[in-house]
């Protein structure tokens, strides 16, 4: 059998020395279909990083990405940063970095996301990775995107491979997470102090349904109890939240962009706990 081996002619040079090796894992129109793709990601911290970066590698060229932060030091542990980044913005240091990589993707970077910029944003996107920390916001990308029917990915980065996707058959975020605020404007939520504590205060034990993710975070013991009473940081470890960030970039190439990947529709949970060896399936309540 002859097999063609060559690059699509409206491929740089550049773009095929970098990608020839994933034809076979993909087909040439799939790897177009990466490439011409529109990513938006929100949130480019310890999994949103490492997942731009991973779709970089993988040929994709048009990413949005959107981050408020700057790095600090105790990014080092898992963010695509090093000493020389600490109070830079993120975004600004990412889409340096990405260029390094290949000079001819087209990044669209925003330092905020809110009612003000939320449909330009927006627009022209195919699909939105949510990995940010930020309720409020999420709660506001997630209405609108329902509006414009993106498909919306999301994973945590806990000691679990999994992830859910948002859409027009999903149940809707506020729901899934159990929050009272269907009823509220974005402005009403920012406005009500007792809501907004309540909304943060449902989000966290919602991750923690998880079997044996609660044990996980105890092997200093204290250190749960700590973390859900808000005293403690989020707890971080390179290897899983890059684990994370890898499985996300699977589903967002093969359920998000490419469709030939069932998608696992919120509040379904099928996952798997790699470090027990145990798949995962239930439905978040």
Not at 55 to 67: K, Q, S, T, Y
Not at 202 to 213: D, M, N
Request: glycine share 6%; charged share 25%.
């Amino acid at each position: 059998m002859v097999i063609k081996y060559k690059k699509l002619e409206y491929w740089s040079d550049q773009y095929w020395s970098q990608i020839n090796r994933n034809i076979g894992f993909l087909k040439y129109s799939e790897q177009e279909k990466l490439r011409t793709a529109s990513i938006g990601i929100f949130g480019i911290g310890g999994l949103g990083g490492p997942l731009v970066d991973q779709l970089v590698r993988a040929g994709c060229e048009n990413i949005m990405i959107c981050d408020n932060d700057k790095f600090d030091s105790s990014n080092l542990n898992r963010q695509i940063c090093t000493n020389e980044d600490i109070n830079r913005f993120k975004v600004d240091v990412i889409e340096d970095y990405m260029k390094k990589i290949n000079s001819e993707i087209k990044i669209i970077k925003y330092y905020e996301v809110g009612q003000n910029n939320i449909t330009s944003i927006l627009k022209n996107l195919n699909v939105i990775v949510l990995a940010l920390d930020d309720l409020i916001a999420s709660i506001l990308i997630t209405r609108e995107c329902k509006k414009r029917d993106i498909p919306v990915l999301e994973s945590w980065a806990v000691p679990c491979l999994w992830s859910w996707w948002f859409t027009s058959e999903s149940m809707d975020y506020e729901r899934c997470y159990g929050l009272k605020t269907h009823n509220m404007t974005i402005a009403q939520i920012l406005k009500d102090k007792k809501q907004k504590s309540h909304t943060n205060e449902l989000f966290l034990p919602k991750i923690f349904q998880i079997p044996g993710i609660k044990e996980l975070y105890d092997r200093e013991p204290g250190f749960f109890n700590a973390l859900m009473a808000g005293t403690l940081a989020a707890r971080s470890f390179s290897p899983v939240v890059r684990l994370c960030a890898s499985f996300l970039a699977l589903d967002l190439i093969f359920a998000g962009i490419l469709q030939i990947k069932k998608k696992i529709l919120a509040p379904q949970i099928l996952g798997y706990d790699y470090i027990r060896f145990k798949l995962i399936e239930f439905n978040m309540k």
